[in-house]
DNA sequence: CGAAATTTTGATCACGTTCAACTTCAGTGG
DNA sequence: CCACTGAAGTTGAACGTGATCAAAATTTCG
């Protein structure tokens, strides 16, 4: 199921190399055409896999940065007494490998949940660029900051968190997390996980999961069809949930716009 | 009760600079005594502060580094319903900053447990070195990276792991943890916190963490004496915490000279 | 269409919470 | 030296959230 494709790249009117990462690093860093072009360059592979792929296998090497442009994986450990535990939902803009590939032997597997698409690069390229172009490094940093910080935000869920409250969370968060990359519509978007996914993101058991969904659902907060969310009242689920989105500052000196003084 | 001393620094036999976050650096960059030295002029404040300080405040600007050099410190957030989740708790070597000092505003608080001595750096100055050296822009990512890996593994143990399983889990992390800044004592090592902290670290009640002390000290599997703990049967603890070590690789390319062939 | 996966509902049970009281210990002042 | 204080640790009883197990209803898909 995995085929290659011919590098061509996704481009903006612009001839930018248009994908959701690239977004994504803009929201903190000054990225230049020609350096979106840098990094696109490191690309070896443009790949296309389908659902219920082991993309990532929790002891087995893996060294690569996969930039995702479409669909949704998931990064979970397998304990041995068979229970799950999802760390975290990957979306476009994310990057598989993260934090596998920085291990000697990854720890958490990854899968994907829907067919998916990514731009492949290797760890050691990426590192070699970031040595011409420190910037790289740095952006690699302010990515890994955003994923701790999702992290620490799911272990409050799990410790402090009310079922409701949690599933609250979890679906703003997605929420934001789409919006920012451009694949939110206004307050809906599309979720196309199943109920056990959910459960396994959450810590919960599918039926008390299910609910909780019908919970938010009856008390007109959220709808749910076909594989779409609609945050009916955004505000109450912030109010349920405790939401506080977090915002990435910008990378500080001589990278941000208006500092191009400095040598 | 902060106050600052002289810039003296903590040297080794070989007038390197001797600190754990060096220790821990090492672990994963070659780093020469120059470069190390570099780094030690970023610091611009020795910091002694006592127990119970708060460090970083939810929702106030912090834009430091502060690498610690003795004591234990958490990073938490305080819910509007009372309840307190620690995410992780700062040892030495740790970073008071990450990753609050990364957002626009800080979403998590950090207090100190005990003392704490650390060195203290802007972010700015760091990432101004890291344009000049790109090797520290990348271990940046490379500590961040490991505290993803951290929290991940915290997210597990709050989901998935019953509450002995957690506090086992939990045990073993400190100590490795401990053990590689060089502060265990084989298996023995100090853990200067109350068992509320340990209950907020944990998600889990005082009483109930009371209880699964005691279970697994007449299990025979810890002894817990003053403020230290033993691991009397450390196999017993990792079979019974599903204990899977993350060992960070070396930062790839011209930075690891040799390094495949050491340890 | 039939088979499999997913969602939904119900009944029972257990893990961990809550609340309360009691103990131990270190520090402080009479 | 003892009385008092406050923080930390320990124990017990009742309760509730969410797990577990089971089965039905519904959707998806080969």
Redesign the pocket.
């Known amino acids: 199921m995995n085929r290659r494709m011919p590098l061509s790249g996704r481009r903006s009117a612009s001839g930018d190399w248009d994908v959701p990462l690239v977004t994504r690093l803009r929201g903190f860093v000054d990225l230049s055409a020609g350096e979106a072009q840098e990094l696109h360059s490191l690309i070896e592979a443009e790949m296309s896999v389908g659902r219920r792929r082991d993309l990532v296998i929790d002891g087995y090497e893996f060294k690569k940065l996969a930039f995702v442009r479409e669909g949704f994986a998931a990064r979970y450990k397998l304990l041995r007494n068979g229970k799950r535990q999802i760390i975290t939902l990957i979306l476009p803009g994310d990057v598989v490998g993260m934090p596998g590939s920085f291990l000697d032997l990854p720890t958490f597997s990854v899968i994907t949940l829907t067919d998916m698409k990514m731009d492949v690069c290797s760890l050691d390229a990426f590192v070699e660029l970031s040595h011409r172009r420190p910037k790289f490094g740095l952006a690699l940093a302010w990515l890994a900051i955003q994923e701790a910080t999702t992290y620490a935000e799911h272990i409050v869920d799990m410790g402090r968190r ?3 409250e949690r599933l609250a969370h979890f679906l703003l968060e997605i929420h934001a997390r789409l919006t920012m990359v451009g694949l939110a519509d206004g307050n809906a978007f599309d979720l196309p996980i ?3 996914v959910m459960s396994d993101a959450l ?9 909780m ?2 919970k938010l659902r009856t008390d007109r907060m959220i709808a749910r069809a ?1 594989r779409r969310v609609e945050l009916l009242d955004p505000e109450a689920l912030r109010r349920l949930a405790h939401f506080q989105p977090a915002k990435l500052a910008g990378i500080p000196g001589p990278l941000k716009k208006g500092a191009e003084l400095a040598s």
Chains 1, 2 share one sequence.
């Open positions: 009310t079922s409701v199943s109920q056990e810590g919960l058991s599918v039926p008390h999961l299910n609910r969904l019908s076909d």
